[in-house]
């Protein structure tokens, strides 16, 4: 009797070596095996996997979000195919244990080992049951004009932190991540060339197709299967171009990585990679709606640009060409960004000194959990004057003070009666932080299809155009966002169009600069400076020479001392190499005046002075 393994086994001969050995198909064999390799390897190859903690009690902080708000915006599909295998593959790959019988990769306690955060299955907002910033995106591809059902990141993926304080995790909305997103494509890349084994296909097979599935469509899913392999699945998280500075966890070269995936993957433009070398820290997003300038960076002015151009940096899909469908054709849910998402984030009118910031709020310190000190009080009223004195400068006044609301900083109100936060930009010259993210946008290039009618042309290579980095994205996200408004029906009117954007204009700039946000929450944001190089606010107001040249991230536990996270982990941030430096915002007197360090922005604080100012940063 031949058994259903058996059978699978002699499919699978035929299929990949014919009736009889020869050259070709033993060729197509090896490279099966060789690209699941190279998958892996183009995804960063020993990729650092987060072990996690077993929390027995799960807190969500009062940030100004019910429940249900929270629940639709963690899952809230942007359009995006972030994991470019389909839904049905995601769901039914095995784990890339030795075991055959290893449990399946989308199981929550194995995604929370790269960081991900576990999220109750809801038959409305999570019917699969995946971790938080997962969503569904079904439809049709625009490129293709064919189905689509895969399994795309939303903003929540990378921007909700987790802090856990001996076995009770804190869960914060538009927190830090502390993810990997280098293990985990390695780790699926793995899964999805050990699926061809003939130990493990025929389970995946009945997941996919059902247990009654033909041979025949056996064979056809197993030749998809080979054929993604042998292909690498290159577009996965598009970390494409060689070399590079290693992200780790917690960090991403965002703006790169954007770059690469619209216009290298999405327009077939391979000379447009570059290599990852200026990885950031996921920014804090509770205030972000309200700022002039949106962008971490501030170099993007309107909101609905920064959304959709992070939708298409993570894979959403968008057409470049006339045919099959018009060009500037997306996945991208317009209308859904601006009321699924930004509305929740901004709230549902102006900030103000009685209210605050409406929408999703800064998390206030969890007394409850970390309680304060016996000389607290004395401690942050001190730290309070060295604020003034410090940091206000730069970071403006802070929220809960009456000076705050009355800055110069707040622009006049626009025709809607609304007013935004002019932050200021601080000259990387000055606060002496590594340089690449700044240096990096401000100077790159990209090369586009004079049919996309981009302007601002500034040299040609072949039939190709060459344009600024940050202006070509801004008018490109601008024309899919506007191909949008103007096929709905009827087509958005200018009023909406104007309230859909944030009420402001569609404004791209690099500046040599860094944004010095207000420092409501920020507890709750290590690691520090836009790098994430160094891990506490102790550390971060001590003199360079006491900044740790090398720690290591991984363990969410939480140092209510020095602020941050505890020291260990899997991931080892080294801050001599370019793009993750430690320099800069240094409160240090110069041994020598003449020669100061560079981003010395004070005097150094003594450890009775940093300890204070700490205590009251924990207050914001």
């Known amino acids: 009797m031949v058994t259903k393994r058996r059978k699978y086994a002699l499919h699978l001969k035929w299929l990949l070596i014919g009736r009889a050995w020869s050259p070709a198909s033993l060729a197509f064999r090896l490279s099966v095996v060789l690209a699941g390799f190279a998958f892996t390897t183009s995804l960063g190859a020993g990729g650092v996997m987060q ?116 076995s009770t995790s804190l ?29 493990r296909f025929p389970r995946f097979a009945d997941r996919v197709l059902g247990p009654n599935h033909s041979a025949l469509d056996a064979l056809r899913l197993y030749k998809d299967v080979g054929r993604a392999v042998k292909q690498g699945l290159a577009t996965l998280f598009q970390s494409l171009g060689s070399g590079g500075t290693k992200e780790g966890l917690g960090r991403l070269d965002a703006l790169n990585r954007i770059g690469n995936t619209v216009f290298a993957d999405g327009m077939g433009i391979p000379q447009n990679n570059v290599p990852i070398t ?66 929740l984030l901004a709230g549902p ?26 000389d607290h ?28 609301w009355s800055s110069n900083n707040w622009t006049p109100a626009n025709s809607a009666g609304e007013r935004y936060l002019d932050l200021n930009m601080i000259s990387i010259a000055r606060i002496g932080t590594d340089p690449a993210q700044a240096t990096g946008m401000a100077n790159r290039t990209v090369l586009a299809s004079p049919a996309l009618g981009l302007t601002g042309e500034i040299g040609t290579s072949g039939n190709l155009r060459r344009y600024r980095y ?15 408004y103007d096929s709905q029906n009827p087509p958005l009117t200018a009023a909406d169009r104007l309230r859909l954007n ?43 020479a006491e900044r740790p040249t090398v720690f290591s991230l991984g363990n969410r536990q939480f140092d209510p001392i020095n602020v941050g996270y505890l020291n260990g982990g899997s991931f080892s941030l080294d801050t001599r190499i370019a793009g993750n430096h430690n320099t800069g915002h240094l409160f240090e007197t110069p041994a020598d005046p003449a020669h100061p360090r560079l981003g010395i ?9 940093r300890r204070a100012l700490v205590e009251y940063l924990k207050t914001l």
């Open 51 to 166: 072990q996690p903690a077993s929390p027995t009690n799960v807190i969500w902080p009062e940030q100004g979000w019910t429940p249900a708000v929270r629940a639709g915006y963690h899952h809230q599909s942007q359009g995006t195919l972030t994991i470019p295998i389909p839904r049905s593959w995601f769901l039914a790959l095995q784990q890339p244990e030795i075991s055959s019988s290893a449990g399946l990769f989308s199981d929550p306690a194995y995604l929370d080992r790269f960081g991900f955060i576990p999220s109750p299955r809801d038959p409305a907002t999570n019917p699969d049951g995946l971790p938080v910033g997962f969503a569904r995106t079904s439809g049709n591809d625009p490129r293709t004009g064919q189905p689509v059902d895969q399994i795309g990141f939303t903003c929540a993926a990378c921007h909700t932190g987790r802090i856990d304080v001996g």
């Open 171 to 199: 869960l914060i909305d538009g927190g830090p991540a502390l993810i990997d997103l280098g293990a985990f494509g390695t780790s699926l890349g793995l899964a999805l060339s050990e699926t061809l084994s003939p130990l």
């Open 278 to 343: 200026a990885p950031v820290a996921f920014p804090h997003i509770w205030d972000v709606s309200w700022f002039a300038w949106v962008q971490y960076n501030g170099s993007i002015e309107q909101p609905m640009v920064r959304n959709a151009g992070e939708a298409m940096g993570v894979s959403a899909a968008v057409n470049y060409n006339e045919t099959p469908t018009p060009r500037f054709t997306s996945t991208i849910p317009v209308g859904g960004l601006y009321y699924n998402i930004e509305r």
């Open 349 to 374: 009118r102006q900030p103000s000194a009685a209210d605050g910031f409406t929408g999703l709020r800064a998390p206030r310190w969890p007394e409850n959990i970390l309680p304060w000190g016996p």
């Open 377 to 404: 009080q004395e401690l942050a009223a001190r730290g309070a004057e060295l604020y003034r004195l410090h940091c206000q400068g730069c970071h403006l006044p802070a929220p809960n003070t009456p000076e705050f």
């Open 470 to 484: 940050g202006e070509a994205l801004g008018q490109l996200v601008g024309l899919v966002v506007n191909h949008w």
């Open 502 to 544: 944030g009420y402001r204009s569609n404004g791209i700039r690099a500046p040599l600069d860094y944004k010095a946000r207000p420092l409501d929450g920020i507890w709750a944001t290590a690691p520090y400076l836009h790098n994430g190089s160094v891990p506490t606010l102790w550390a971060l107001l001590s003199p360079y």
């Open 601 to 609: 922005i004070g005097p150094t604080l003594s450890r009775d002075e």
